[in-house]
């Protein structure tokens, strides 16, 4: 594998870390979703990134994400039994979405809307102030940038209790 195309590249816009010197050992990381934006940017701390990485991380394991299928216009109105929609399909899942759940409920209501845009629905930054309320796209920046770091503040003592 050469690694990523030109295009891809062109995609990060700079926002990607390279390591290692030989193409065997390199290793490249891209950061151009907002919730790497946001940090790659100053504009939230590494602590509140990894907090807000977990968050998307167990609502994703926890088969939140909605999984990737096409539509069958014969089947819409169908329903499916075996299929078990909406309910976790293993202990383990049902786990991770309980932690995503208690992590939601502990940060708050606003903070969780900004948070679920940005870190599990990589919403750009501009929309989620617009959810928000803001018409002035510099001030809804701002205040979005401002409840993202504090979602992931509340999220880092979130999960400093949960491992406990």
Known sequence: MDGPTNERLAHAE????????SKSSRR???YDDPL???WLRHRITAAEYSALGRYAYHWASG???SALQSVDLNRILAFNPASMSGLAK??????????????RAHIGRRPALVAD??????FPIIEIAARLGYRSAA??????YEIL??????LAQFWKEADR
Do not use: K, P, W
């Open 14 to 21: 700079g926002f990607l870390n390279m390591s290692g010197r």
């Open 28 to 30: 490249i990381t891209m």
């Open 36 to 38: 790497g934006r946001a």
């Open 63 to 65: 088969g939140l994400l």
């Open 90 to 103: 293993s202990e383990a899942q049902a786990d991770h979405r309980s932690l995503y759940h208690r992590a």
């Open 117 to 122: 845009g940005v870190a599990c629905f990589e």
């Open 139 to 144: 001030h809804g920046r701002i205040a979005a």
């Open 149 to 154: 770091s504090d979602a992931g503040y509340r």
